[in-house]
């Protein structure tokens, strides 16, 4: 198991947004949080990567509780996250874009993430490659994002939302993305909140309603569930 969130409880002042969530992620598997508009996605990603850090319960990565380590730290631990607003630098290129998050972990078993590799994964970046980053539709941002995360070399990556806002076309090429670096071996956990997406591309999913998880299954049982589905999600 790469990841084990067990039972943390995450507030925003005094407000308690998530109770005893617990959720576990093994290496090589893309695993989904669902759960409507305002269920606790964005609030179990930040505090998973350390910047709303839980006040109890432990977050285990690679065997080692991080509860309360600071994102930097995290980070260098192997975390990679995708926020759902995506932090591109506009006067950038997307080649300068990628160059500047490469960042290779000491004691890395993988071959790294270089600019070539990316543009193998990502034909649409390497035809952009000299494009400024303030010039590039919302989808082509949110592809750049992930790679530039990627080109940190994370062991586990946290995708907020990635398909968001982003035209139906470019959503089946990130679904078609996330499946290639599934075949890779990278790990996956990504929020989202419509079934269809998640069944194309998860192994398994979490779902998550005001803070708590109510389901866990396969993507497969998630599927046959209308039960679930009717009561927790958008379909
Ligand atoms: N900075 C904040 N301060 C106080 N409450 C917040 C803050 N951010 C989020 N919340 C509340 O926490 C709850 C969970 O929000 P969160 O953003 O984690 O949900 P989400 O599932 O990511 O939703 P969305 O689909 O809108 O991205 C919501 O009730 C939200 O109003
Ligand atoms: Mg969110």
Same mark, same amino acid.
């Given at each position: 198991?790469?990841?084990?969130?067990?039972?943390?409880?995450?507030?925003?002042?005094?407000?308690?947004?998530?109770f005893?969530?617990?959720?576990t992620?093994?290496?090589?598997?893309?695993?989904?949080?669902?759960?409507?508009?305002?269920?606790?996605?964005?609030?179990t990603?930040?505090s998973?990567?350390?910047?709303?850090?839980?006040?109890?319960?432990?977050?285990?990565?690679?065997?080692?509780?991080?509860?309360?380590?600071?994102?930097?730290?995290?980070?260098?631990?192997?975390?990679?996250?995708?926020?759902?607003?995506?932090?591109?630098?506009?006067?950038?290129?997307?080649?300068?874009?990628?160059?500047?998050?490469?960042?290779?972990?000491?004691?890395?078993k993988?071959?790294?993430?270089?600019?070539?590799?990316?543009?193998?994964?990502?034909?649409?970046?390497?035809?952009?490659? /000299?494009?400024? $980053?303030g010039?590039?539709?919302?989808? =082509? @941002?949110? !592809?750049?994002?992930?790679? +530039? #995360?990627?080109m940190?070399?994370?062991?586990?990556?946290?995708?907020?939302?990635?398909?968001?806002?982003?035209?139906?076309?470019v959503?089946k090429?990130?679904?078609?993305?996330?499946?290639?670096? /599934?075949?890779? $071996?990278e790990?996956?956990l990504?929020? =989202? @909140?419509? !079934?269809?997406?998640?069944? +194309? #591309?998860a192994?398994?999913?979490?779902?998550?309603?005001?803070g708590?998880?109510?389901?866990?299954c396969?993507?497969?049982?998630?599927?046959?569930?209308?039960?679930?589905?009717?009561?927790?999600l958008?379909?």
């Amino acid at each position: 198991m790469i990841l084990e969130v067990k039972n943390i409880n995450t507030f925003y002042s005094t407000s308690h947004i998530l109770f005893d969530v617990s959720l576990t992620i093994n290496a090589g598997e893309i695993v989904c949080l669902l759960g409507r508009n305002g269920a606790g996605k964005t609030t179990t990603m930040r505090s998973i990567m350390g910047l709303t850090p839980p006040k109890t319960g432990s977050i285990i990565f690679h065997g080692e509780d991080l509860k309360g380590k600071p994102p930097y730290y995290n980070a260098q631990k192997g975390m990679g996250y995708v926020p759902d607003n995506r932090l591109i630098f506009p006067d950038l290129t997307v080649r300068e874009n990628l160059e500047l998050a490469a960042k290779v972990p000491k004691n890395m078993k993988r071959e790294p993430w270089t600019t070539d590799s990316i543009y193998r994964v990502f034909p649409l970046l390497k035809n952009l490659d /000299k494009r400024l $980053g303030g010039y590039l539709s919302g989808g =082509e @941002q949110q !592809v750049l994002t992930l790679a +530039r #995360t990627l080109m940190g070399n994370p062991d586990l990556l946290l995708l907020d939302e990635p398909v968001e806002g982003v035209a139906p076309l470019v959503v089946k090429d990130i679904g078609s993305h996330i499946l290639k670096l /599934k075949e890779m $071996g990278e790990t996956i956990l990504f929020s =989202e @909140q419509n !079934v269809e997406f998640a069944t +194309r #591309t998860a192994d398994r999913a979490f779902v998550i309603d005001r803070g708590r998880i109510k389901h866990q299954c396969t993507m497969q049982e998630l599927c046959e569930d209308d039960e679930i589905k009717k009561k927790y999600l958008m379909i």
